[in-house]
């Protein structure tokens, strides 16, 4: 029995911890009869960073400065797109933005409120319009789409290659090799011959339009340089405002259709997602004009997304029914796991709303960071200010 007392006096004999020493009272600060309660955690070892499985329902990001950016950012409005006239000085775009007072330069510049007129323009231009929607086509409409078809059926002839790799079929290479190759072709088959000099200032954009030939990825910098390359062929006066509704029901469509293939076909790697909380892993715009064409939509609301009908009858008619019906598809799992951001626009009780919040959400989140405008090229046409 000695030897049973004598092998637990270490524990018996110690002097008492903090924890068992006698307690404080919460109302008038003296001590008390009754012991401390044990703290679940020590000094050495703090309680963990608590991390929420997802973040509340505020239809933003989590990041604070962009949250209220987006919030006190006034809506974009529309711009006519000023054209240019001779004497002509078109140069080899450059990248020239490397810092956030660069972003600032030219979110203040003319050039940049302008281009960012001209995609709120197109976007106001498909309002309560389906994509089927009769509008007018014109030849440089009609040929920018016999272009996009091209590449299309290029993907068709150039199979991926057979390797395990999640992302970044190499064959894409080869589909861009020919892009290359032909792009002085195809810009000539659009311009008129008065204007084959300015191939040397678009080329640039068209080509960035696709994504990375040696990252093998894509994203909103891409998908913005295209919108800037049709800002460009607009500023030359080949599309004018009548041809807007076709511009994105037809062309931008079209160019949707590639992308995804190219998307597809090749794995082509997210360029800069933001994971689960961005808005889409490689595209923005469609979701703009998407919101636009539901704006007083009398039966399809925000929170329509949920319904599986809707997306499956109606996804051909509407880009955003369309984007997501392609999330759902690409990604596993609940909706709002894998894009929960999504999820919480569906919250929001009407189009008009959406839409409103997505200009603003582009000019954050994609005009105004450095890693995705530092690709962003300036020559004649889109003035460095």
């Known amino acids: 029995m000695e030897a049973h007392d004598h092998e637990q006096s270490p524990q ?3 002097p008492p911890s903090p924890a068992t020493s006698p307690g404080t009272c ?42 209220q950016a987006i919030i006190l950012a006034p809506v974009p ?11 002509y000085h078109f140069q080899t775009p450059s990248k020239i933005i490397q810092s956030p007072d660069d972003i600032r330069r030219f979110h203040y510049s003319d050039s940049g409120k302008n281009f960012l007129g001209f995609v709120v323009a197109l976007s106001e231009s498909i309002c309560g319009h389906k994509i089927s929607d ?36 190499i ?20 311009l008129p011959d008065h204007l084959h000099l300015a ?18 990825d894509y994203g909103t910098g891409h998908e913005t340089n295209f919108a800037a390359w049709l800002y460009c062929v607009t500023r030359l006066g080949l599309i004018k405002e009548e041809d807007y509704q076709a511009v994105v029901s037809r062309v931008f469509v079209k160019y949707l259709e590639l992308m995804r293939k190219l998307q597809l076909v090749y794995c082509l790697e997210p360029a800069g997602s933001h994971g689960v909380w961005g808005l889409d892993d490689y595209h923005f715009l469609p979701f703009i ?3 636009s064409q539901l704006i007083d939509h009398k039966y399809m609301k925000p929170k329509s997304v949920h319904n599986d009908d809707i997306l499956e009858n109606f996804s051909s008619e509407f880009l955003y029914l369309s984007c997501i019906a392609f999330v759902k598809k690409v990604k596993k799992g609940l909706f709002a796991e894998h894009s929960p951001l999504l999820d ?27 890693p995705i405008m530092q690709h962003f090229l300036f020559g004649w046409l889109i003035k460095w200010e």
């Open 12 to 14: 018996t004999s110690s």
């Open 289 to 291: 004009f998407g919101s």
């Open 77 to 87: 409005q529309a711009q006519k797109v000023p054209l240019v006239s001779p004497p």
């Open 26 to 67: 919460c109302k008038c600060g003296s001590t008390t009869a009754f012991e401390a309660p044990v703290p679940t955690w020590s000094e050495i070892s703090p309680p963990p960073t608590y991390r929420p499985i997802r973040a509340p329902a505020i239809n933003l990001p989590p990041n604070n400065n962009s949250q």
């Open 344 to 370: 919480d626009i569906s919250g929001v009780p009407n189009w008009n709303k959406v839409n409103n919040g997505l200009r603003k959400m582009y000019k954050v989140e994609v005009l105004e960071k450095v």
């Open 199 to 216: 191939t040397v200032e678009i080329i640039p954009y068209f080509m960035d339009s696709f994504g990375n030939s040696s990252r093998i």
């Open 171 to 190: 064959s894409y290479r080869t589909w861009y090799r020919r892009l290359e190759e032909t792009s002085e072709s195809l810009m000539h088959s659009l």
């Open 134 to 169: 009769p509008c007018h086509q014109s030849d440089t409409v009609n040929s920018i789409v016999s272009i996009l078809d091209s590449l299309i059926r290029w993907v068709d002839e150039i199979p991926p290659a057979q390797h395990a790799a999640r992302y970044g079929n």
